[in-house]
């Protein structure tokens, strides 16, 4: 049996390993375009803000780790088409091009970096001191320019996970941060209204935040600066004179190699996947960033998530080798540390809800890490969105400091989405409490126990009384 | 509608609250034996180290607070019978003995500390420096002998949850601990590979632990400690002489009320109650330490605990009035800070789930909190429990530093089980992941598949092969 994973991020090396650990028979090669195999790419701004020591440390696993797990890793390999019917992978290699043969398949490409309609921005790149930044190559640029260059000022155009995260890596750096958001506010993801909390964190460690802001031009300066950043918003124009301009706007999939043999695709132009990861050409199977996800609430849709990549990875390793599994479903969980702020979301928001059909309401209540007797209690502000119609659980917000446990909080609400759970029975689960750490109804039950009294206390009082009256 | 509690702790203050949410209009009495209504007795510990200021800021409401919510709260009224088919309840009050019509009787009296068999140990009582402490008063009682005795040696009877903590809180006052232990091991709630490394913590922190040590007569003593305690172990004999003793050996439920009045009693000698906190006596519920515990896993059980005396007692308020609410149902999920640990532990042990009729296995395994890389990454240790017969999740328990989010990832585990999760599902969760707070993987799914790998992974090679050669 021989397995090609295309790609050597976390797709394309879940998928490697979970064949290796079913069939250590099995022969396995993982082809990757550059040189930096299962690096954690999420782990980048953390290196930019000089907290992670060596990128090096980056990597989830060294290229011996692989190659003790039994995995061919060949590194500056470029998979440039799959020949479908005659299961080969044509490759370019150092050593020239190739092919590969295969029994079967995993495509991991991945995705690549948006680059927004901004004039002049095609023609600026890393040595003008303008950086997209996703590989490790990109962070290797950007390091360099910050270390030969010194900005004193820089513009990051995006205030989505990754932008807030270098919002704060190169704050930690001593630059001073301009950042730019088209959206009306930052952290588009959660509700403006704790995107607003993010906002005031971002302010009050001198980021300069401009919201419903849009670059239009960025070109190169012949003055102090190295560049000039052109932008239209609420307020009209505005122009910001920097040294360095970091654009993360987000991501779209990598499928030039899956739709040029025959692959079709699906929401944001992601290579459609079944939930056992086949592609709909024999013997090939793909996951992560490149293709489409399953959501639990809304079906198919495109969620690029590192968390996913490994799940999806695995799924198509085992199915690759003739297996049965299953992609169990995405709820879009996800978490970010904005300086001394951490902020996490799981399931739907109000407005995606109401779309994919529910009648949804939010409820937004506050309450303490833990018993408020206890020094060091912290605010945590929940946002719990419910169905009004059936009383199910849809989704939760939250936003507290660092320390308050926020990670794993949403982690209770994203395993009580998983099972379905109703609002009201969130209240009913046996979570831990002693006073340092918690409080007997935990801050996750007293935000749905606030959502229940507000959308279903009307309802339990009536049917108190109809029983009563029976 | 006249509905009366007795007990002014976690059970007959819940159901009390959730009277009056349901049914405004609803009379609402509450009479406890003592002055301190709504006190979180699991906060007492953090109170005699004194990083709680006062022990007023105990109180989870104030008597203001529920009076305000529509209580009549009668304080130094002792509930001393039940006229059950007159629906009376006799009560001494300062002001004399007098009878309380209701309509619906919620009892909610707890437990009461056990007094272990040690010769001597009768005859003392606060004013020798011998101290049992579960109320309020007993707290003023230890904190006064504390402020005028000063002791520089204390002996704690009991190394459970709150022995531990008493541990923490008297070293904290820089008292010499002597902490002497039955059983084989500190905190036998978990395994011993696990209560090993909290007693190691007590050690690190000064405290002289003793296990497998009973202690067996203590006696005024007339040399310059006021107390000498006398003990066996697998080391002979023992002898401490100390200047005070604090005996926190576990609790039994106080049931004499509702035994006089007829009810009948199960495990542990708790007042037998049906899930919908019902006793058999008519119009009489009870909830909280004094009753038996519905367990998801091992049925009827007694596990007393706050949580589940405030999820009982909420019950049992609307249920007095009519309604139709069940008990979900006890994890027996717990949580403790010993030191710079946090130790958490939910569902079934090995020994426990093996009494129970499951084939269950125990597969512990260690990984970091957050992303290596990440500054401050800390190890966590968990066991994770499967039954190997239907590979469903059993128990896990957890240990590491604070910081750590311990208590929220036991949380996961509690939710996982309260849906009948297998082991092998766990991974499937879409749970949260920034590097400086979890990992792709976090290391509850890495717990969950270090026992998939040891215990079902013959299972998934011999099901790929059988696939194959279909």
Sequence with gaps: MRLIAVGGSDAGISAALRARELDPTAEVTVVLADEYPNFSICGIPYYVSGEVGHWRNLAHRTLDDLCDAGLDVRVNTRAVGIDVSGRRLLVDAPDGRSELPYDALVVGTGAVPVRPPVTGLDALGPTD??????????????TADLDSHRPSR????????????????????????VQVEALPEVLPTVDPTLGAVVREELTRHGVEVHTATTVTEVTASDGPTRLSVHATGANGQARWDVDLVLVVVGVRPDTELLVAAGATTG???????????????????????????????????????????????????ENALGGS?????????????????????????????????FA?????????????????????????????????????????????????????????????????????????YTPPLGSPWDVVQTATMAWVREHDLDRQRAALTSRRTE
Tied chains: 1, 2.
């Design 129 to 142: 001191g303008v950086h997209l930044l996703h590989t490790i190559g990109d962070t290797l640029a950007l």
């Design 154 to 177: 820089a513009l990051i155009v995006g205030a989505g996970y990754v932008g807030l995260e270098m919002a704060e890596g190169l704050t930690a750096r001593g630059i001073d941060v």
């Design 267 to 317: 929401p944001r132009g992601a290579v459609s996947v079944e939930r056992d990861m086949s592609t709909g050409l024999p013997g090939v199977w793909a996951a992560g960033d490149c293709v489409t996800t399953h959501h639990r609430l809304l079906g198919l849709t495109y969620l690029p998530l590192g968390t996913t990549a490994h799940k999806q990875g695995r799924v198509a390793g």
């Design 325 to 357: 599994a299953v992609y169990p479903g995405s709820l879009g969980t996800q978490v970010v540390k904005v300086f001394d702020l951490v902020i996490a979301r799981t399931g739907l928001r109000d407005s995606e809800a109401a779309e994919a059909g």
């Design 360 to 432: 949804p309401a939010t409820v937004q209540s506050t309450g303490d890490d833990h018993k408020a007797y206890y020094p060091g209690a912290k605010p945590v502000t929940i946002r719990v969105i419910g169905d009004t119609a059936t009383g199910r659980l849809l989704g939760a917000q939250l936003v507290g400091t660092l320390g308050a446990e926020i990670a794993k909080r949403v982690d209770v609400y994203a395993t009580a989405l998983t099972h379905e759970m109703r609002v009201a029975d969130v209240d009913g689960l046996d979570l831990s």
